[in-house]
């Protein structure tokens, strides 16, 4: 039976995954987040919108970032009672998904529309927390899934 000193604990200390930037890297990735979601205690729905978020930023990293050229991709994460929180570092070229963030594109017909970007659009628009640092070569994307209930200011009735 985990305690509330585990999952303190366990939010204190860092999991840390390093894998290839390959496409068949991003299943090994999308585990590692599942895992911290269900440490944490997220419902399904946070646990989905979290790893579709790492998933969409990975896979850019891989097909964008180091365009199959290889390269390395560090996820850190560390998740307890009030959510998980994950770190995407990647040392391709610097990139902040905030400046490719598309919009939906209403009323254009989707054969009409620009592609890409609508994915980071999903990505930032599923989390509750955001932050890109680009430092020492490296990009550093972090996101944060709050755990259900743990706003400290919850909407008023």
Known sequence: MTTVTDMVELARKSCVLEVPATVGALGEIASFVLRL??????????????????????????????????????????????????????????????????PPAHGVPPEDRRIGGLGIHLALTSVDEFGYAHRDGRNIVTLTVKAEGTDRCPPRP
């Open 37 to 102: 979601a269900g440490a944490a205690g997220l419902d399904k729905g946070a646990a989905y919108r979290l790893r579709l978020a790492v998933d969409e930023l990975a896979t850019n990293v891989v097909m964008h970032g180091y365009r199959g050229g290889g390269g390395r991709i560090t996820v850190r994460g560390r998740s307890g009672p009030g959510g998980v929180q994950i770190v995407i570092e990647d040392t391709a070229p610097p990139f902040d998904p905030v400046e490719g963030c598309l």
